[in-house]
């Protein structure tokens, strides 16, 4: 794998994790406020055992997504961590800075571009690949 596809692999993990919050975040949220769903069933006139069929099933959901988000928070923080290190030992504070706001604290280019003070797109790119240049020489010698 090379440099920059690695880097984007720990951004990728943030985002899937994100992903997978907002989902269970979501199923809290309507249970929370609009009751448990229960897929077009009629509550009212509904038996016990479909209304108990349906809170399985969410309960299922959850703790599926539960074991994902523990995965993915144990190897995104093992990446993040190896990573960071491997940023750290880059001389360019300006590289150093720029890999951990993308790629470790997942900040835009477009917040990058006006945080770094650039006025065209190809300066920060320009830096984007400088900095994944030096994170690939460090990564050779790691």
């Given at each position: 794998m090379n440099a920059e596809k690695y880097l984007q692999s720990v951004r990728t993990l943030k985002f899937k994790i994100d992903k997978y919050e907002k989902m269970r975040n979501e199923i809290h949220l309507e249970v929370s406020f609009g009751g448990m769903p229960t897929d077009g069933i009629r509550v009212q006139s509904a038996r016990k055992d479909l209304l108990e069929e349906a809170a399985i099933k969410m309960t299922e959901r959850l703790r599926g997504i539960d074991k994902i988000l523990t995965k993915l928070r144990g190897d995104y923080i093992d990446?993040?961590?190896k990573t960071y290190n491997r940023i750290m030992k880059i001389e360019e504070g300006q590289c150093r800075r720029f890999l951990i706001d993308y790629y470790i604290d997942c900040k835009s280019i477009k917040d990058l571009k006006c945080e770094y003070g650039y006025s065209e797109d190809s300066g920060i790119y320009?830096?984007?690949?400088?900095?994944?240049?030096?994170?690939?020489?460090?990564?050779?010698?790691?």
């Open positions: 990446k993040r961590l320009k830096l984007k690949k400088r900095a994944i240049k030096k994170f690939e020489k460090i990564s050779k010698r790691c």
